[in-house]
Each structure stands twice: as structure tokens, then as C-alpha cells.
């Protein structure tokens, strides 16, 4: 009879403020004592302080008078909530990980494209 062998459990404690947020980019690079230091961030339009609008003579709210600034549409925003901190060791460690993550997504893209295909030949 084999016998069995260690195991560790992680148990997952969560902050009570955490929040997952959507990002859509990064930036990042190394710090002085060699961490890799990753930036996330949600790049949109920038939205105007302040909008000014003419009030109709019913009383509702008419065409836009004012915005400002008002050099807005040749500027991005790329709102960083978050960032992280971590070694070149456990860097290499989350490559590996999220490389497999997308590997496995990528397989379940190509058997939802397969199905898809197959139900669509079926129809016709």
C-alpha cells in the first residue's frame, strides 16, 4: 500500500475591502532593489469638470453652453487604482501561471468556436 503523500491547504483570506476592478493596460517596470512593479489602470475619454446648459422657458434643462476644460478631445485618462509589487522570482511564477490561464482559455475559445461552427452546419 503506497503511502500518502504531505499535502499543504491554503485557506484564502479576504480584506474586507476588496473589490476586483476592470483594467484594460498596464504600466510598469523595475524598482531600484530589482521588483518588478506593475501599474493597472482603466484608460477612457476624460470626463469635463463642469457642464453648462441653458435652462428652456418651461423651465427644463436646454443645449450645452460650456464645458471645462474645453480641450478634452485630444485627452485619455488612464485611471490607476491599483499596482503591484513582487520579486523577479515570483514574477517568473505568475508568467508561468497566467500563461497557463490563457492556454487554458484559449481551449475553451476554440471547443465554443467548434460548437458553434457544428450548430450552425446543422441548421443549414
Known sequence: MSQKKPELTFKYVFNYGYNPTYVNGAQGGFSPRGEMIVNFYLERQPLPESISHE??????IGRETRMEPEDLAN?????IDTGVVMSYENAKVFHAWMGEKLREMEELH?????????KVGAQA
Open 110 to 118: 476554440k471547443a465554443r468556436t467548434a460548437f458553434e461552427d457544428a
Open 75 to 79: 485627452s485619455m485618462v488612464r485611471f
Open 55 to 60: 435652462i428652456t422657458s418651461e423651465g427644463a
